[in-house]
């Protein structure tokens, strides 16, 4: 198998999707089982779908979060733990995932583009996210405790980025200050487990090429945007990423 040469001028910017998660029994999007299929997106993943039926949203994000808790880490997310740990400051990883395995795995330098499954914030105040690991299946909309008493009371809402929302400017600041870095010594970027599907992710391949760096794909099939990446990788990340580093 080809392997990429990391030496110790080698800046790595790893992104991963919900393939990653696919061998802790997490279902990704867009697979025949995919998690969307039951629910169209717009009514469980948009500020106006939360707006329409905050019950089925909470619903909804409450069943990730009781078969998230219930997942562990596989090789993919360990192998990501240790090329970390070999690199230091030289590596980054942003995810779109959204089940917090990354950081359980040991993995510290991490950017959650999409939120974080167990973190919470009200969906009206100013109130800082916080961490929620609480499931209201039985059809319960929590509120919010702080802007109760203030006439306009806000619902809790997941700290996740739905559909028509956008990204953290810092979290993307912090990627691009990273794609900066490396590209002033040598910059390579890794993808694994996600479709290319959903913008900006989708485009951080075109950024490190443009910015003169060396890419590659890990994905169980070729997804539409295999052709923008210059190395691609057939198979399971959790069979992969252990042997690409190892
Ligand atoms: P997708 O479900 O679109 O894509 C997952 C990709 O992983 C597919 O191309 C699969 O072939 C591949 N895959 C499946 N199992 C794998 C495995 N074991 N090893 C390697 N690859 C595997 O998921 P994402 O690309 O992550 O956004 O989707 C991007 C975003 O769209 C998500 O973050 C989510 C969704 O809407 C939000 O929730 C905001």
């Known amino acids: 198998m080809e392997r990429p040469v990391i030496d110790d001028d080698t800046f790595v910017l790893v992104l991963t999707g919900a393939g990653v998660s696919?061998?802790?029994?997490?279902p990704?999007?867009?697979?025949?089982?995919?998690?969307?299929?039951?629910?169209?997106?717009?009514?469980?993943?948009?500020?106006e779908g939360?707006?329409?039926?905050?019950?089925?949203?909470?619903?909804?994000?409450?069943?990730?979060?009781?078969?998230?808790a219930g997942c562990a880490p596989n090789p993919g997310h360990h192998a990501l733990v240790a090329l970390e740990r070999r690199?230091?400051?030289?590596?980054?990883?942003?995810?779109?995932?959204?089940?917090?395995?990354?950081?359980?795995?040991?993995?510290?330098?991490?950017v959650e583009l999409h939120g974080n499954l167990f973190t919470s914030r009200c969906a009206c105040c100013r109130r800082a996210p916080f961490a929620d690991a609480s499931v209201y299946a039985d059809g319960t909309v929590p509120a919010c405790t702080e802007c109760q008493g203030r006439g306009d009371f806000g619902p809790l809402r997941p700290h996740i980025v739905w559909f028509g929302e956008i990204l953290a400017s810092d979290d993307l600041e912090r990627v691009a200050a990273f794609v900066d870095r490396g590209a002033a010594?040598?910059?390579?970027?890794?993808?694994?487990?996600?479709?290319?599907?959903?913008?900006?992710?989708?485009?951080?391949?075109?950024?490190?090429?443009g910015a003169g760096g060396d890419t590659w794909l890990v994905n169980a099939e070729p997804p539409a945007n295999v052709a923008r990446f210059d190395h691609f990788i057939e198979g399971p990340s959790g069979v992969v990423l252990p042997r690409l580093f190892g």
């Open 185 to 209: 010594r040598r910059l390579l970027f890794l993808a694994a487990g996600t479709s290319g599907n959903v913008y900006p992710a989708a485009g951080l391949v075109d950024e490190v090429r």
């Open 22 to 26: 696919a061998e802790s029994g997490i």
């Open 50 to 68: 939360f707006r329409r039926d905050p019950t089925l949203v909470w619903r909804f994000y409450s069943q990730r979060r009781a078969a998230a």
């Open 28 to 47: 990704t999007f867009r697979d025949a089982n995919g998690l969307w299929e039951r629910h169209r997106v717009e009514d469980v993943a948009s500020p």
């Open 87 to 110: 690199l230091g400051d030289r590596f980054l990883l942003a995810t779109q995932n959204v089940d917090g395995l990354h950081r359980r795995a040991g993995s510290e330098r991490v």
